[in-house]
């Protein structure tokens, strides 16, 4: 299917945002500025072109720091951070990196939460020239010991309380210094309190490897700071994923994909605005968490409110206390919003912009939380978003007011997607389902150091584009809107028909004792595979042998019989993985130990 039915559909879409946009155009980004222009000025075609600076991340906030001095760059623990300032802590801190021997092209190995620390971290390594190489301060020994190893790190960078995990894991790999930072070096005057909420920290261990952040920016005194001047194309990041094939990988993402990124959200989204404050819920070490939370709202002039952990019972406090215009998370943070015990009298007209990604979002989810969020006083709906960390993430978003149902919305400008037919580049006709390709100046450089994984999911086209083999199902309409179907992984096949997990969750989700649910497939001696379900009630609602007889009958007004699950499981909790998604994969492990090999 050619382009331009996508392109109108786009442009149709987008339309709106424009006018709603022009007030905020003079504090915009300039590649945005320079769109629009050449929207009036050509029209159609301009509206999927945006023009991307040939800089780094740290550049074009050096850049929004001149632009706003006096603006908020960031908020953590109650005290306020101003452009001007941060800009500075962010210089001092590069100071610092290469008071440590850091140089560019090197890998410094991140492994922090959302506090000040790793916000002003990863854009002084990139002011430097070197790589940031994110990695979850929660994450298996083996995990970091394998990301440091993978990154050639010397430098490791973690919170306090962690200094005997840090020290265990870097043993045997080529770091030579553990830098150890608090959520109290920035916040003077808060110990008690973060003591508080974040426990007691131990004594930090003697060993000639550990330095302490106050230590650390003490280098800044004896050595000046020299910016390293990068390109578009230059590394900036690298993240973690399973990638389309399984095997966990590093992501390399350059300074290009997630600049682009940010101008392609602010444009979409049309709700992220100078001025602004964003809930920075989702970690830093993430696609979504980074490149929207932390770098599109800081290139747009907004104030990241910087959240550490999640909880679901802070998160009322948090909505009510800080009052944000925009907030994202993965469909357990809007699922956690439901059950919120605090959220009575919590008043929503602040957001304008709600957005969900990271995990399909059922669209019994998404009425519920609309539900939800118009009993609050919002006069926004949950926009959803799709995309993968090989694209930094969102690359797809519900447009701001039109909702097709079942859609995850149009390509972000200058993005294309294309479905083809599956283990091939062939396209496929309009709502045919096939693997989801997406192209555009958001697509990793590759797998890092993994050139031959990299050539199974990074194809080159006649015309010289670059596509992305997302290892997705999906569909498109005539207009260019998508369609997610399902991770191609997750297929349960049961006597020749193919059953989705995601649709059978749907189903199940629909129920009104339902809070959430996951599908997986277990063996069967007939049918080769079954459906089997795990559910969360929601409060209320006690396990009953009437109760999942109702559940199971109230799927059938959704789903075909042979997809029905063959047997449910209620839970407490389901397991998630580190960023928050329903741990599927967990549940097929343990139910594989308890009844034998699938």
Request: net charge neutral; with cysteine; hydrophobic share 40%.
């Amino acid at each position: 299917m050619g382009d331009a039915p996508r392109l109108y559909g786009r442009w149709v879409a987008n339309l709106y945002q424009w006018r709603v946009s022009i007030p905020h155009l003079i504090y915009a980004p300039r590649g945005m500025r320079r769109a629009f222009w050449d929207f009036l000025q050509e029209g159609e075609t301009s509206m999927t072109q945006l023009h991307y600076p040939d800089g780094s991340m740290a550049e074009c906030i050096r850049l929004q720091s001149e632009r706003t001095p006096d603006a908020f760059a960031y908020e953590f623990m109650g005290r306020r951070v101003r452009f001007s300032s941060f800009w500075k802590q962010v210089e001092e801190c590069a100071a610092a990196l290469l008071a440590q021997g850091v140089r560019e092209n090197e890998c410094v190995t991140l492994c922090l939460p959302n506090i000040p620390q790793a916000v002003i971290l990863l854009y002084a390594i990139n002011a430097v020239g070197a790589l940031a190489n994110m990695v979850h301060p929660l994450a298996g020994e083996l995990e970091i010991t394998e990301s440091i190893q993978i990154g050639e790190s010397r430098l490791l960078v973690g919170v306090d309380r962690f200094a005997d995990k840090l020290l265990r894991v870097c043993k045997g790999t080529t770091v030579t210094k553990v830098l150890l930072a608090a959520p109290t070096d920035y916040v003077p005057g808060y110990k008690k309190l973060a003591a508080k909420a974040f426990g007691k920290v131990p004594k930090a261990p003697k060993d000639p490897l550990v330095l302490r952040w106050e230590t650390f920016l003490e280098g800044a005194k004896h050595t000046p700071f020299s910016f390293v001047k990068r390109t578009a194309a230059d590394g900036a990041a690298v993240l973690y994923s399973g990638g389309t094939t399984g095997k966990r990988k590093g992501i390399l993402l350059t300074n290009g994909n997630l600049n682009a990124l940010a101008l392609q959200t602010v444009a979409a989204g049309d709700c992220v605005k100078p001025g602004y404050r964003m809930l920075s819920v989702m970690p830093v070490f993430h696609g979504f968490g980074l490149g929207v939370c932390i770098h599109t709202a800081l290139m747009a002039g907004c104030e990241c409110i910087l959240i550490p952990q999640f909880s679901v019972s802070s998160y009322a406090a948090q909505l009510k206390k800080y009052q944000p215009n925009v907030i994202a998370g993965v469909p357990t943070l809007f699922e956690a919003l439901l059950r919120a015990k605090k959220m009575k009298n919590v008043k929503l007209s602040c957001l304008t912009g709600i957005f969900c990604g990271g995990d399909s979002l059922s669209e019994e989810l998404k009425n519920k939380v609309d539900a939800f969020l118009l009993a609050h006083g919002a006069k926004e709906q949950i926009r959803e978003g799709y995309g993968t960390t090989e694209c930094v993430t969102a690359s797809c978003l519900t447009p701001r007011y039109e909702y097709r149902k079942g859609s995850i919305g149009l390509p972000f400008p200058d993005m294309r997607y294309r479905i083809v037919e599956v283990g091939t580049d062939k396209e496929v006709p309009p709502m045919t389902e096939g693997e989801i390709c997406l192209s555009g100046p958001t697509v990793m450089a590759g797998y890092y150091h993994e050139p031959e994984e990299t050539k199974k999911v990074l194809h080159t086209d006649e015309e010289g584009r670059v596509w992305l083999h997302t290892g997705d199902l999906g569909k498109m309409d005539e207009d260019g809107f998508v369609y997610f179907v399902q991770r191609l992984k997750r297929l349960i096949i049961s006597s020749g028909y193919n059953i989705y997990p995601s649709q059978v969750e749907n189903a199940l989700n629909a129920h009104e004792a339902v809070l959430n649910s996951c599908v997986i497939g277990i063996p069967d001696d007939f049918r080769v595979q079954v459906p089997y379900a795990y559910l969360m009630l929601r409060p209320g609602y006690e396990e009953s042998e009437e109760l999942l007889a109702d559940i199971r009958e109230n799927c059938k007004k959704y789903i075909a019989r042979y997809a029905l699950p063959s047997g449910f499981e209620v839970r407490a909790e389901l397991p998630k993985t580190l960023v928050g998604k329903v741990a599927y994969r967990e549940l097929e492990e343990e139910y594989e130990r308890t009844h034998g090999k699938k």
